[in-house]
């Protein structure tokens, strides 16, 4: 087993406020379901749910994924 070090990559990202924000950062990666809270966020792994607070961040190959707000926190400074 070794140790390793997550390399610095700049992303970017948005809090889910507004679905019409999301909307336009995902454009065709996001779904809103009639009649729920939440959005579909599709990514590389599949479908997965973001709930108002969460992140959105768009990685590195221009995929999206949803990211806790706590998690994002923790893991990412903002830079601008």
């Known amino acids: 087993m070794g140790r390793y070090r997550k390399k ?14 999301i909307h ?6 996001v779904r ?9 966020i599709i990514t590389l792994e599949g479908i997965m749910i973001a709930q108002q607070g969460d992140y959105i961040i768009k990685g590195v190959k221009g995929e999206f994924y949803p990211c806790k707000p706590d998690i994002f926190e923790l893991t990412y400074d903002k830079i601008d």
């Open 8 to 21: 610095p990559v700049e992303i970017e990202a948005i809090q889910f406020i507004n679905s019409a924000d």
């Open 24 to 29: 336009e950062f995902c454009r065709d990666k």
């Open 32 to 40: 809103e379901p009639v009649g729920k809270d939440y959005l579909e």
